[in-house]
């Protein structure tokens, strides 16, 4: 019996690792040959998340320099996980048609704002439209630009704990605009990583707004723990659960969806999510079971430079513009945004 299941494994293109109590119970030829430090009561690698109650997840995971995409599914204690190295190719096709599709309604929209204004005896700009305006296309090029790799990554030794009541702190008020409330919590007064603040800002706005996005008035919840020797971001939502298809995008970004449709953005929110993880050798899980999909980031916590000085989190200025109001552009009412912070 134990050979045969051994033989179901290893016909799976995929690496197929079982799992039970945290420990592995059996796992295929392909998942050993990608993972050797897998073995039969072992426990999993720190650096794969997994859920913590029945239902299931899909993430991406870095593990010596490698990342893998994987999707698992949690029922009576156990869990069977699935996995491959993730795709090398930084945009689907799916999502390069969003961004084209972005970026003519923005042009668009710009065209709208400030053309009235260059013909004779044309209305005064809408300053805070075409501010959003510009906001959304400043935030789509730099997304673009992130998974293009042409972005530079600039870890330092940073208070990852701190970043969170900053960020918290700045988008809270915001997103109280749209009827949607976020709320911190942790019991880590400080939490130390090797990471890069600007990037770990962009995520944590991106895994917000997504949320924010989903929660439909509701609440969102950030919080961290530190776990061994990770630290464990969350962001949950008080949004109804996901429909079936919307799992089945989780499991296979770009495939069988639709592209955006207008107003629903360009589609990158998990892949620059994912992107930003995997510079820092952390995991990303999409959790979902009987409440709605959790997002849930885990990173390591060393090693830690001791030549490198801890730098709060400040608020840095991108192409003139404020980086929060840029990451939640699409969420937030054009009355909002000026042109009074360009520089």
Same mark, same amino acid.
């Given at each position: 019996m134990l050979d045969l299941i051994q033989s179901l494994l290893d016909a799976f293109p995929e690496g197929v690792v079982q799992i039970r109590g945290g420990l592995v119970q059996a796992c295929s030829e392909r998942a050993r040959q990608y993972l050797p430090q897998l073995a039969v009561g072992a426990p999993v690698p720190a650096a794969l998340t997994l859920p913590e109650e029945d239902g299931g997840g899909? *993430?991406?995971f870095s593990q010596d320099g490698t990342a893998y995409a994987f999707s698992c599914s949690a029922a009576?204690?156990?869990?069977?996980?699935?996995?491959?190295?993730?795709?090398?190719?930084?945009?689907? *096709?799916?999502?390069l048609e969003g961004v084209a599709c972005?970026?003519?309604?923005?042009? *668009?929209?710009?065209?709208?704002?400030?053309?009235?204004a260059t013909a004779e005896g044309g209305r005064p700009v809408p300053a805070a439209a075409f501010g959003k305006t510009f906001h959304r296309l400043f935030r789509l090029l730099n997304n673009l630009e992130l998974l293009q790799g042409t972005v530079s990554f600039r870890p330092e030794v940073m208070d990852l704990a701190g970043l969170c009541r900053y960020v918290e702190r700045l988008a809270a008020p915001l997103l109280r605009e749209v009827g949607v409330t976020l709320e911190y919590r942790s019991r880590e007064s400080g939490l130390l990583i090797p990471g890069d603040p600007a990037l770990l800002q962009k995520l944590l706005l991106e895994l917000i707004a997504n949320a924010a996005r989903a929660?439909? *008035?509701?609440?969102?919840?950030?919080?961290?723990?530190?776990q061994g020797e990770r630290a464990v971001l969350t962001v949950s939502h008080s949004g109804p659960p996901a429909n079936g298809r919307r799992l089945d995008s989780l499991l296979q970004p770009g495939v069988g969806d639709e592209p955006p449709l207008p107003g629903q953005g360009a589609g990158l929110g998990l892949s620059v999510a994912r992107r930003a993880v995997s510079l820092h050798g952390g995991s990303l899980l999409m959790e979902w079971g009987q409440s709605a999909p959790a997002a849930v980031v885990?990173?390591?916590t060393g090693p830690l430079n001791g030549q490198t000085s801890v730098r709060a989190p400040d608020l840095q200025r991108d192409g003139g513009l404020d980086p929060v109001l840029m990451e939640l552009s699409d969420l937030?009412?054009?009355?909002?945004?000026?042109?009074?912070?360009?520089?």
């Open positions: 899909t *993430g991406e009576g204690g156990e869990l069977i996980l699935l996995f491959r190295p993730a795709s090398e190719c930084a945009l689907t *096709g799916r999502q972005q970026l003519r309604a923005l042009l *668009g929209d710009i065209l709208a704002e400030v053309g009235p929660a439909e *008035g509701g609440g969102v919840v950030l919080s961290l723990r530190r885990s990173l390591p937030l009412p054009a009355r909002l945004f000026g042109l009074e912070g360009l520089d």
